[in-house]
């Protein structure tokens, strides 16, 4: 017999009489070995895991940036913002400094931020966890400053929220890994910008002289039903509730127009989506009532109304002269709160609620805020704008 042919043949036999556990054992290393590389692939990579597995966009915000910018006066309530982000940048010390500052120019610390946990998306910044009380009381002055009662309170519940969950070595629960960055310096005068967000939460406000851009803002959260202050809360009631009172005010021509599917759909400006305006799909403002018109700017003001009555104001003036030509959609059912998604789109503004999970009890949603004429500034920092 030929020697290859000898050797095959001594193979076969010692794989046929191998004992059925060695064998066992043998597939059971082999799959561990598997599962620790792919362990330390994602922990060496999770930007990287995430993007494959998820399709997230973790690139830069394709943002032209001018090169110079010149001097324009701030006003009583941008001059108040910039004195808080001074004072909370003036007590960390040089490595807390160093951890929480970015020059302007960086587009990718702009556009880093997502709805996945710490772990599966790494955020620049300061983490909460790494203050102290009176640090922690500055950016909480900071945060009162940029927002409205309401949106402060949105964000404790988000932090709330946060802490409900259970983190493993590769997804960060908790509101000590929430994230504070500053990309230029605070200024009446100059730009610069605001970054605080982690799990579900992504603040990004530019700042320019007078004029404050809340573009891009992402919320929603899980759980989003909680116990907070003694009582249970949904921490996305009012916007749902007021998508819900206008869809009930429609009549069945005008409800026919506005629902444009029966199962929910995903965000379709949500992170790394910079530049993408979703069509405007569903009944348009001008073929409402003044009556309906008013519910529809109240769908509108349960998002807006997160931010600043100096800035809320501005910016519902604007969407309120664009009525008319700011459309409202609704996928999903009708007859199961809070299981659809639904989504205004104007000149202006975009908004987005898309429940996930299939709505469940517990409570899971994504919900973005963008002004598509002036996301991060752009209106104002960027070239050819």
Avoid at 295 to 306: D, T
Wanted: charged fraction near 20%; aromatic fraction near 10%.
């Amino acid at each position: 017999m030929p020697i290859e042919q000898m050797a095959s043949k001594t193979r076969i036999v010692m794989l046929s009489d191998m004992n059925p556990k060695r064998r066992m054992l043998k597939y059971v290393l082999g799959v561990a070995v598997v599962i620790l590389a792919i362990g330390i692939f994602s922990f060496q990579y999770p930007r990287l895991v995430t993007q494959i597995v998820f399709g997230a966009n973790t690139s830069p915000v394709e943002l032209a940036l001018r090169g110079s910018y010149g001097a324009r006066e701030g006003d009583e309530k941008t001059a108040a913002i910039a004195s808080a982000a001074t004072a909370f940048l003036a007590s960390l010390n040089d490595a807390q400094r160093k951890a929480a500052t970015y020059a302007f120019s960086d587009n990718a610390q702009r556009s880093n931020w997502s709805n996945f946990p710490e772990g599966m998306f790494p955020r620049g910044g300061l983490k909460l966890g790494e203050l102290t009380e009176a640090q922690r009381a500055n950016l909480e002055n900071l945060l009162a400053e940029f927002m409205s009662e309401k949106g402060a309170r949105n964000i404790d519940y988000q932090l709330a929220a946060a802490d409900t969950l259970r983190s493993s070595r590769f997804m960060k629960y908790g509101s000590e890994f929430y994230s504070v960055a500053f990309l230029g310096e605070p200024s009446t005068e100059r730009p610069w910008m605001f970054q605080f967000g982690g799990h579900h939460l992504a603040v990004n406000i530019t700042v320019y002289g007078p004029d404050v851009s809340f573009s891009p803002m992402l919320t929603g959260g899980s759980p989003l039903r909680l116990r907070y202050g003694g009582r249970e809360i949904f921490i996305t009631e009012e916007e749902t509730t007021a998508a819900r009172t206008f869809l009930d005010s429609l009549n069945s021509a005008q409800k026919k127009r506005a629902v444009r599917g029966e199962q929910a759909i995903d965000l379709q400006s949500g992170p790394g989506k910079y530049g993408t305006v979703p069509a405007p799909e569903g009944i348009k403002g001008g073929d409402l009532t003044d009556t309906q018109k008013g519910l529809l700017l109240g769908v509108i003001a349960a998002r807006l109304g997160f931010i600043n009555a100096d800035d809320y104001a501005a910016k519902m003036a604007t969407v309120k002269a664009e009525i008319d030509d700011t459309h409202f959609g609704w996928w999903g059912p009708q007859d199961v709160r809070d299981a659809a998604y639904f989504r205004v789109t104007g000149p202006s503004i975009v908004l987005e609620y898309a429940p996930q999970d299939g709505g469940s009890a517990t409570g899971h949603a994504h919900n973005i805020y963008r002004n598509p004429r002036n996301d991060y500034g752009s209106a104002w920092i960027g070239i050819g704008r």
